[in-house]
């Protein structure tokens, strides 16, 4: 009798002893169960992107490499995702130059559910009519956001500092750009190869705008657009602050905003190389 109550209290210490210490190790066990978890998450999305993304965004998410089905090298026609000012911090420059409130990751999720109409950006999730399900976009999203690593976000990218006043920008002289001359005819070619003509259409020709206005006239109509700015200011201030001033008649009807439907994030991508500013304003206005 008494042998099996000693029995009984050893077996029944030794039962919270091995309970008690799978209760230490929970939280340590759940900690590697989220990390797999999310590891996939993002290992799914991976896939998701190349079969669905990569054409416009580029294999890398950077939108300089891209290929169609076939293999061949395309032009990539989406932004850049792979890109310090949309998924770095916690508040990206992007959230607020389009005036989102939100997290970044609500950002990431809304924008390929609902995509961005009037773009190539189509809707993905099924709720819209795309080809997506719910967790499908959640994967391709935390795919997206996972290019916020270290290297990528250590420091913010040098960003031009752009003066305000067109006429200073002009003469312009630091110790990385002096302003020269402006050349119409590398005008011209900045005018593609920012993927202006792709929604403001050909100058040369009077309604080949698809998205926003057609800039034939701006010479003149941009003199009358904001109260105290020339043609020029007033251009200028359009590529770099579009949400300041929206235009009264865009392709297929009055202009939305703010936020612009016009790309937002000019004033980064045209900091590499500010002449390519001057030179897209002669060929606009003609200085
Ligand atoms: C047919 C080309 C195309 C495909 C395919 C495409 N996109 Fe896009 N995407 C675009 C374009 C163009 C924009 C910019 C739209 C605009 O002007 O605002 C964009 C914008 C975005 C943005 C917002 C970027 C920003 O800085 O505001 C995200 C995020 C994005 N795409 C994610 C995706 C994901 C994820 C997929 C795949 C499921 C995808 N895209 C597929 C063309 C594409
Ligand atoms: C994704 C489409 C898109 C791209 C790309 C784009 N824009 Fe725009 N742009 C718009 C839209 C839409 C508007 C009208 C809303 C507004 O005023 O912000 C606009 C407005 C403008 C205006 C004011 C026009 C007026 O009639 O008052 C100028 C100037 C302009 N864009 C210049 C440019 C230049 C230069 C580029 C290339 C460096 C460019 N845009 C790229 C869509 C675009």
Known sequence: MQVKVVIGTIAF?????ILGYAALREPERLEHFTAARE???VETGAKLFFD???TCHGVDGTAQECYDSLGNSIACQGLPLNNYFLVCGDTPARLEQTLFEGTKQQFIERTVAAGRSGTAM???SERYG???RD???KNVAAFVLNFANEELCAAEPISFNWPESVDDFFVMETEDFVAAPGDPENGAAVYTSFACNSCHGNVEEAGSNQIGPWLGDIE???ATRVEGQTAVQYVYNSILHPNDYIAPDCATGPCIGPPSAMVQDLAFRMSNNPQDMVDLLAYLIGE
């Open 52 to 54: 669905n993304c990569a």
């Open 130 to 132: 795309g080809p997506m």
């Open 122 to 124: 189509i809707a993905w």
């Open 220 to 222: 003149e109509v941009g």
């Open 39 to 41: 590891g996939r998450t």
């Open 135 to 137: 967790d499908q976009v």
């Open 13 to 17: 210490m030794l039962t919270m002893i």
